[in-house]
């Protein structure tokens, strides 16, 4: 009787914790308004600080212990040109009268602002191209981003401000950085200028695509330079600037629409291994450089989802499902930010002793490329639809899933 009673209690207990969990679930318009607050949470004190001139001032440069040297006149372009690349997408759709609208049209109207400044001489928040190694990775984030959203971000610009940064992109020509990924960063500042008519290098953007070319490995995988690197550099960098550089040398009549089609299945077939490598509680494994990315890994599955190209057995409504659990899991505390909401050196926390040393706090905001799906409109089917259980949840839940091998493309 005994053990009959508690067997029932145990049943009990068990279909209320389900139904908790059932009355928990989000609507994909409470995601969106999570989402939307969370990306304007992280942007907002490098967008507004560099608009009213006080970045420099005011954003914190955090390192670790054995830090690269002269890291300060580098860690201001990399905030801006990582968190534009990450909000560009979200940028670009029109003005509305919602809470999320407003916030979209002050973020983009302050981005402006702070391009505006970022390159004037005289501005106290004036940001160096022209000497270091670095400028090359993060001049590429910001040609991402007019890239990604050009009537919102580059075309509104004054000549003046276009010009100046014309001119800061073509002065990086006098630096090569690593024989890795480093040479997709040139492409695509080369690729961008080329986009608007300017002058460009093509021996820069020709060789990163042989280079890249040459280093796929089979499978969605691209070898980081000669050797393989078990990390998070195929989303951070290679898959999207790759396809983006190709899809801009397409329309030149400079790439064919084979080498195209043949990157972005590659892009769409390393998306289902980060959808997949989201476990059932949201957690993601914290392997290879650069952890202190955060959510930035997830940059090609999120870029898959924006372009609405992903594979038919992945419902968009089971990768909001899946990044949002990522995200609550990271951005729900302040565990990533400092007291005035600058992000920290770590990957769920304050965790310095993680960071490579090439980082430091404007490294960070590579994080804000994990929102890109914000770029689609509220009434998209990713945000529309009912959550849909992700890979891994149908996994270890006993239910039915797709098999998984490799792809020879």
């Not at 972005?264 to 509680?281: C, F, G, H, Q, T």
């Not at 990522?326 to 400092?338: A, E, L, P, S």
Request: with cysteine; glycine share 6%; net charge neutral.
């Amino acid at each position: 009787m005994k053990v009959k009673f508690l067997s029932t209690l145990m049943l009990v207990c068990i279909a209320l914790a389900v139904a908790g969990q059932k009355t928990k679930e989000s609507t994909g318009a409470q995601d969106r308004v999570f989402w939307a607050k969370t990306l304007y949470r992280i942007s907002y004190p490098v967008i507004h600080n560099l608009a009213n001139g006080t970045l420099k001032k005011n954003m914190p440069i955090e390192t670790p212990e054995n830090h690269d040297s002269n890291r300060e006149k580098v860690t201001y372009l990399e905030a801006l040109g990582r968190t534009m690349a990450g909000v560009a997408p979200w940028l670009a759709l029109p003005d509305d009268d919602t809470e999320e609208g407003k916030m979209r049209k002050q973020l983009r109207t302050e981005l402006l602002k702070a391009l505006t400044n970022s390159v004037d001489p005289a501005n106290p928040d004036y940001i160096n191209y022209r000497v270091e190694y670095q400028p090359i990775v993060d001049a590429a984030y910001v040609a991402h981003a007019f890239l990604r959203a050009p009537k919102a971000l580059w075309e509104p610009l004054d000549e003046v401000t276009k010009k100046r940064f014309i001119t800061e992109f073509k002065s990086l020509r006098d630096r090569s950085g690593a024989y890795n990924n480093w040479l997709l960063f040139a492409g695509l500042t080369e690729g961008f200028l080329m986009s608007i008519g300017e002058q460009y290098d093509p021996a820069r953007i020709q060789f990163s695509l042989n280079k890249m070319k040459e280093w796929y490995v089979g499978d969605g995988w691209y070898s980081d330079g000669a050797k393989f690197s078990m990390d998070y550099y195929n989303s951070y960098v290679i898959h999207p600037m790759l396809v983006d550089l190709l899809g801009i040398m397409v329309k030149k009549g400079r790439a064919s629409q084979t080498d195209y089609d043949s990157a972005l299945k590659r892009m769409i077939r390393y998306a289902e291994y980060l959808e997949r490598v989201i476990a059932p509680d949201g957690t993601y494994p914290a392997y290879g450089r650069s952890i202190t990315y955060r959510t930035a890994a997830f940059q090609a599955l999120a870029q898959v989802a924006l372009m609405e190209k992903l594979p038919q057995w992945i419902q968009p409504t089971q990768v909001r499902a899946a990044l949002t659990k990522v995200m609550h899991n990271m951005y729900d505390g302040n565990q990533n930010f400092d007291k005035d909401g600058w992000l920290v050196l770590g990957f769920n926390g304050h965790q310095p002793m993680i960071a490579d040393t090439y980082t430091s706090t404007g490294s960070l905001y590579m994080a804000t490329l994990g929102f890109l799906t914000l770029g689609l409109p509220a009434d998209n089917v990713f945000w529309t639809g009912p959550p849909a259980p992700w890979t891994s949840v149908k996994a270890w839940g006993g239910t039915a899933l797709k098999k998984d091998y490799k792809v020879e493309y």
